[in-house]
């Protein structure tokens, strides 16, 4: 069975600050990763996502993951937050075929001015 | 284009009734997903449909809960017997059956009183 651990279930920082977002996963299958963003009552929208190939992963609004595989982690980061990336996040996995989510807690990224 | 839709945006019903709560997808997509989303908590998953067949019902909680997809298309959650703890968001998500990526619609707020 595949789980998902979002490390901090809050995260405060200062705007214009970096900040990176921990997830771990474990699996015993090859995955797929992914960061999806909920904006306050909003759907989930995908941030970015590893399905092969270069393990740094480029998404929207400045954001970036790695993948990790010795440390099966995929940490999200940006170099610089803005008070619009207040938000949650949540890391999901999932495995080739197309099939189910599995979804971590998520954080609750909150931005200080 | 349009994206994946829910209706009702938000649902009250008290406890006992019998709910049912749409997901529209994406237009092409052939998978389609149903998640359940608890207060402070990630997406569970529920329910997947291939087409009009259910591929993965392992998610659903207890046999209250059900769901169709007649044409392969729109598809209809049912909850009989409603009871307060399944007051959740209820998450709809379509892709393209290929690939990973799953797209989401805005959700079902559910509250039964």
């Known amino acids: 069975a595949q789980s998902v651990t979002q490390l901090d279930s809050q995260v405060p920082v200062f705007e214009e600050a970096p900040v990176e977002l921990r997830c771990n996963y474990s699996?015993?299958?090859?995955?797929?990763l992914f960061w999806y963003v909920q904006y306050p009552n909003q759907g989930l929208q995908l941030l970015l996502k590893?399905?092969?190939?270069?393990?740094l992963v480029k998404g929207i609004n400045g954001f970036e993951a790695e993948f990790n595989k010795s440390q099966t982690s995929f940490h999200l980061r940006k170099p610089s937050v803005h008070i619009s990336d207040t938000a949650e996040y949540f890391c999901?996995?999932?495995?080739?075929?197309?099939?189910?989510?599995?979804f971590g807690q998520g954080t609750r990224l909150t931005i200080n001015p | 284009g349009a994206g994946v839709s829910q209706t009702p945006s938000n649902k009250v019903t008290e406890k006992g009734k019998y709910v049912e709560l749409r997901c529209d997808p994406i237009?092409?997509?052939?998978?389609l997903y149903w998640y359940r989303q608890s207060l402070g908590q990630g997406p569970e998953f529920l329910i997947y449909?291939?087409?009009?067949?259910?591929?993965?019902d392992s998610g659903l909680p207890n046999d209250r809960f059900f769901a169709v997809r007649p044409e392969g298309s729109v598809s209809t959650l049912k909850i009989q017997r409603t009871e307060r703890g399944d007051s959740a968001v209820y998450l709809c998500?379509?892709?393209?059956?290929?690939?990973?990526?799953?797209?989401f619609g805005p959700g079902t707020r559910l509250t039964v009183t």
């Open positions: 999901a996995v999932g495995n080739q075929g197309a099939q189910k989510l599995v």
């Open positions: 590893y399905l092969s190939g270069s393990t």
């Open positions: 237009s092409g997509h052939t998978a």
């Open positions: 449909f291939q087409g009009t067949g259910a591929a993965d």
């Open positions: 998500a379509s892709s393209t059956g290929t690939s990973a990526e799953q797209y």
């Open positions: 699996s015993s299958v090859s995955v797929y």
